[in-house]
């Protein structure tokens, strides 16, 4: 006698595996928002590069279902952000945090169009302070030593211009 059993797409038992569970539920859901949007958008490169009726039909039910999983996400984090407030997570106590740095966008781009976006002026989204824009952000604290990690984690090794350089004219 066979039982039937949970397997995902190409057999295997399925184990929870790809669940995002991170203890806080506004940056599960705005994870599981993310995980759609790409989603979607990768189901509608591929109606775009078949010309099969049978296909598209197909993907024009998925890109569906992941326009309503999308508005679903976006509804709960809605309604969380109601209650818990818009910066996750809401519990730590903001006196620990660099707070002259909390709400300064710091301009690190050429030119100054970054001054105009939404991210940068008026009212914060979680209503706490005004955006401040810096133009030319200065250091705040010393330039750090910093020591190579140890040999057992494989890490990149140290860079050291003249070693990258050696045996190149101009540099290039």
């Known amino acids: 006698m066979t039982s039937t059993q949970p397997n995902d797409s190409v057999g295997f038992p399925w184990t929870a595996r790809y669940t995002i569970a991170s ?3 506004l940056a599960d859901f705005r994870a599981n928002l993310n995980a759609k949007s790409q989603g979607r958008l990768q189901v ?3 109606y775009e590069m078949t010309t099969d ?3 598209r039909d197909m993907l024009s039910f998925l890109i569906a279902r992941d326009t309503m999983h999308q508005n679903q996400w976006m509804a709960a984090i809605e309604e969380l952000e109601q209650t818990q407030g818009a ?6 106590n903001q006196e620990y945090e660099k707070q002259e740095v909390s709400y300064s966008f710091m301009n690190y781009s050429e030119g100054e169009e970054s001054s105009t976006g939404r991210w940068a002026n008026g009212v914060t989204l979680d209503g706490q302070a005004k955006f401040e824009y810096i133009q030319s952000p200065k250091a705040m604290e010393q330039k750090p030593e910093l020591q190579p990690g140890p040999k057992y984690i494989h890490g990149t090794p140290p860079y050291r211009y003249e070693n990258y350089t050696r045996g ?3 540099g290039t």
């Open 87 to 92: 910066i996750v997570p809401s519990t730590f």
């Open 53 to 55: 009726p049978g296909v």
């Open 44 to 46: 509608c490169r591929l």
């Open 23 to 25: 203890g806080n539920l």
């Open 168 to 170: 190149r004219k101009n």
